[in-house]
């Protein structure tokens, strides 16, 4: 996608140049400016862990905490849970990142609408991708919910792969949420609306 956007940016640039010597400079501060807003969402900053602790659920994305509340997840768990949910902005890191080891037990992906990630409605209706890890003594569900902008969800997991805490596990493009379901009684060491970063803000201990 950065390829093709660059040569994009690069015609336009070349042509306003070439016909509109004029506005040549200005139309080509404003193809670096778009370049550099989308080259951000594809960061991914180098970022481990303190800590590998399968007690521990790290935060698998940066972003505001805005729900913490008991929920009945409807599709693999199917009873209640302690839904902790993540809303990613779009000057955040998009990357992905697992919140604890373990084995894969369940991935599927959904499409669905685009309606604005913190819709409460967008969890079960929007394009999104469920994933499942178990860290041998309880089993965890991970949303990946694509907002209105994000329309692109990247998965790397596969069902029955080991997976390591803090690893990437995958990528939504712009604005979205991360969903976390856990068991109910968890402690959660995190608050509405606060600030967490992925692989450093805990989230709750198992």
Do not use: C
Request: proline share 5%.
């Amino acid at each position: 996608m950065l390829l093709i956007l660059v040569i994009i940016l690069g015609v336009i640039t070349a042509l306003a140049f070439w016909q509109f010597p004029a506005i040549a400079l200005l139309v080509a501060g404003i193809s670096l400016v778009l370049f550099l807003t989308v080259l951000q969402f594809f960061r991914n900053p180098p970022r481990l862990v303190p800590v590998e602790d399968d007690s521990i659920v790290y935060a698998p994305a940066d972003g505001k905490v805005v729900v913490i509340e008991e929920a009945v997840e409807t599709e693999y768990f199917k009873d209640k849970r302690l839904q902790v949910s993540i809303f990613m902005s779009p000057v955040n890191v998009h990357v992905n990142r697992n919140p604890i080891g373990g084995e894969v037990k369940y991935n599927a992906y959904h499409p669905g609408k685009y309606l604005v990630a913190w819709h409460p409605k967008s969890s079960t209706e929007n394009e999104r991708t469920t994933v499942v890890i178990d860290n041998g003594k309880t089993e965890i569900l991970l949303r990946q919910i694509a907002g209105a902008l994000a329309k692109r969800i990247k998965n790397y997991l596969e069902v029955g792969q080991a997976v390591r805490q803090g690893e990437d596990f995958g990528f939504i493009k712009f604005g979205s949420r991360v969903d976390i379901f856990l068991p109910l009684g968890t402690k959660t060491e995190v608050e509405l609306n606060q600030k967490v970063k992925g692989n450093k803000t805990i989230i709750a201990r198992l």
